[in-house]
T-cell receptor, first 118, second 114 residues
Framework: AQKVTQAQTEISVVEKEDVTLDCVYE???????LFWYKQPPSGELVFLIR??????QNEISGRYSWNFQKSTSSFNFTITASQVVDSAVYFC???????????????FGTGTRLQVTL | DAGITQSPRHKVTETGTPVTLRCHQT?????MYWYRQDPGHGLRLIHY???????DKGEVSDGYSVSRSKTEDFLLTLESATSSQTSVYFC?????????????FGEGSRLTVL
């Protein structure tokens, strides 16, 4: 069975600090997909990124970057120069590739609450 | 924004009563999902649908049933609500390719069972 572990329950940083959110996953499949979602205090879930298991290139989007390492089964998320608006719960998720045309069932970690203060 | 609407957004009910949550999408996506979110558990899959009248169980399906009579609507029913079903329920839809696509979520329905 697949599993996602986010060991950091809560992180507090001061604005402009860099912060890394850890995500470790377990799967027996060789083809799988990893995701990050953001849940701000308003409660909605916002999709941030999807990465497939064959693409280990790191990705950068503005202040956000993701480090995917298959060797350590990790998909970590770094926010550079954090801002108060980054305060949210962040979820890492894993989806195994099923048969073509089957549903994409995501398994989520328990989330990391990030608090950015002035 | 993905066109997903959940109703009701908030509901308080008593133990033993039936409850139905509705998810409506305007995207014509094939795949729809119900998740529940609880502290310390993240989001857990309850049921999902891969087409009209085609549904299957997720990891926490006990006490829940679903129905999908048309593409745009996916209903989650608690036949006899219990306090352990107090939670925030999220509906989600998949983009076109259900086996690789990210999920887009509704705004959530907060259910309190007294």
């Amino acid at each position: 069975a697949q599993k996602v572990t986010q060991a950091q329950t809560e992180i507090s940083v001061v604005e402009k600090e860099d912060v890394t959110l850890d995500c470790v996953y377990e799967t027996r499949d060789t083809t799988y997909y990893l995701f990050w979602y953001k849940q701000p205090p308003s409660g909605e879930l916002v999709f941030l990124i999807r990465r497939n298991s064959f693409d280990e290139q790191n990705e950068i989007s503005g202040r956000y970057s993701w480090n995917f390492q298959k060797s350590t089964s990790s998909f970590n998320f770094t926010i550079t120069a954090s801002q108060v608006v980054d305060s949210a719960v962040y979820f890492c998720a894993l989806s195994e590739r099923g048969l073509a045309g089957t549903a994409s069932k995501l398994t989520f970690g328990t989330g990391t609450r990030l608090q950015v203060t002035l | 924004d993905a066109g997903i609407t959940q109703s009701p957004r908030h509901k308080v009910t008593e133990t033993g009563t039936p409850v139905t949550l509705r998810c409506h999408q305007t995207e014509n996506h094939r795949y729809m999902y119900w998740y529940r979110q609880d502290p310390g558990h993240g989001l857990r899959l309850i049921h999902y649908s891969y087409g009209v009248k085609d549904t299957d169980k997720g990891e926490v399906s006990d006490g829940y049933s679903v129905s999908r009579s048309k593409t745009e609507d996916f209903l989650l029913t608690l036949e006899s609500a219990t306090s352990s079903q107090t939670s925030v329920y999220f509906c989600a839809i998949s983009a076109k390719r259900g086996d690789t696509g990210e999920l887009f979520f509704g705004e959530g329905s907060r259910l309190t069972v007294l």
